[in-house]
Structure formats: C-alpha cells, structure tokens
C-alpha cells in the first residue's frame, strides 16, 4: 500500500513567519506534487517535482518554493506566510508517465494551515 | 487551453436516484481522465480511470471524445455517495489538470 504522509494535520503561524510543510512517501515515486485546496476553487497545483532537485511551477508558485534533495521527501516552503496562504494543502505522489502505464496520484491526508 | 469544467458546485440527489456528475474538458491530443473522491475527514483518492473501463462503487465513466465529456454516473445513489468529487486530466508534461469539483449531497 502506497504511503503518502504528511508532517502535520493542522498547523497555525504567524503572519511572516517562515512555514516548511514535510512530505515523505515510501513507493520510490519519481513525481512528487504540492497542491492547495480552496472552497470553490477545486484544487491547485503549486509546484510539482520529477526527480531530486528538480522542480516546476504549477498553476499558482507565488509565494512558495520547494526543495526535493531525496527522493522521498518533497517539502514546500513559505517564506513569509500570509493570511491568503491560509488553506488546506496536499500532497500527492506518482510514478513517471509512461507510454505504457496509466498512473494515479496518491495523495497524503492533508496539512490544514492557518496563518494570523 | 487545457482545462476541466465541472459546471456544477453542488448537486443533490435523493438517496436511490440516478447520479450524474459532470466534467468537461478542453485538451488537443488523446487525454487521460480521471475521477477522484473526498469523503469527509479522507484523503483525496482515485475512484476511477477512463482507461481502466472499470466500475467502482457502481460508478461508472465514459469518454466522449465527440462532446470532450466524461461524466460520472451511478444508477443508485447512495446516502455514503456523499463526498466530493474532482474530475482531472493529465498532460503529457505529467501534470494534472483538476476540475473545480462537485459536491455530491445525497438527501435520506
């Protein structure tokens, strides 16, 4: 069974504080997903990663960053939250595309952030 | 433009009635189409793949490529149906494209 976890289910900080959200998973999954979830708004990627030290911006990069130095473990960064950074966020793992394979995302439970 | 359109927020359907939730997509090449579901206090999950042809909790997905749709059906509702659910597409560049969702509410 895939494993995907998260390092908090709820996490509150402080408006310019700096906020590191953890994400480990345990299948040797190539790509690695960071992705926001707002009412009415559906989900959002943020940045997404397809190997060690890579990255790309997703929908919505502003205001975070990422760092992938293993592979299990994709970590987003807030440098200076703020309160509209206030959110529900996911993470989700997958093996690579692939001609041949039809893939899914795992996704871990879920960091509930609030920032005041 | 690659984009998936679930037009409807919110959709209730009484407990034993037929489901349909919609998704449209726009997408130049063959998609892969996707439907997850959210129950309360749960983690995202997959519920069904368009490739798989499969049917998951009596929810069933067809890809109409001639109206860019793959809309989720069951014949039955059920009242643990309730949840939200996402369409999504995946691109070749290995994103995922999700709809905005539809929450499903299934009224005793």
């Known amino acids: 069974d895939v494993k995907v976890t998260q390092s908090s289910r709820y996490l509150v900080k402080r408006t310019g504080e700096k906020v590191f959200l953890e994400c480990v998973q345990d299948?040797?999954?190539?790509?690695m997903f960071w992705y926001r979830q707002d009412p009415g708004l559906g989900l959002r990627l943020i940045y997404f990663?397809?190997?060690?030290?890579?990255?790309e911006k997703g929908d919505i990069p502003e205001g975070y960053s990422v760092s992938r130095e293993k592979k299990e473990r994709f970590s987003l960064i807030l440098e200076s939250a703020s309160t509209n950074q206030t959110s529900m966020y996911l993470c989700?793992?997958?093996?690579?595309?692939?001609?041949?394979?039809?893939?899914?995302?795992?996704f871990g439970p879920g960091t509930r952030l609030t920032v005041t | 433009a690659q984009r998936v359109t679930q037009p409807e927020k919110l959709l209730s359907v009484f407990k034993g009635a037929p489901v349909e939730l919609k998704c449209n997509y726009s997408?130049?090449?063959?998609?892969?189409l996707f439907w997850y579901v959210q129950y309360s206090r749960q983690r995202l999950q997959l519920l069904l793949r368009?490739?798989s042809r499969e049917s998951i909790k009596g929810f069933t997905a067809d890809l109409n490529k001639g109206e860019t749709s793959f809309h989720l059906k069951k014949p039955f509702a059920q009242e643990e149906d309730s949840a939200m659910y996402y369409c999504?597409?995946?691109?070749?560049?290995?994103?995922?494209?999700f709809g905005k969702g539809t929450r499903l509410h299934i009224l005793p």
């Open positions: 989700a793992s997958s093996q690579a595309w692939s001609l041949m394979t039809s893939y899914e995302q795992y």
């Open positions: 299948m040797d999954h190539e790509n």
């Open positions: 990663s397809y190997d060690v030290k890579m990255k």
């Open positions: 997408y130049s090449g063959s998609p892969e």
């Open positions: 368009h490739i």
């Open positions: 999504a597409l995946r691109n070749r560049d290995d994103k995922i494209i």
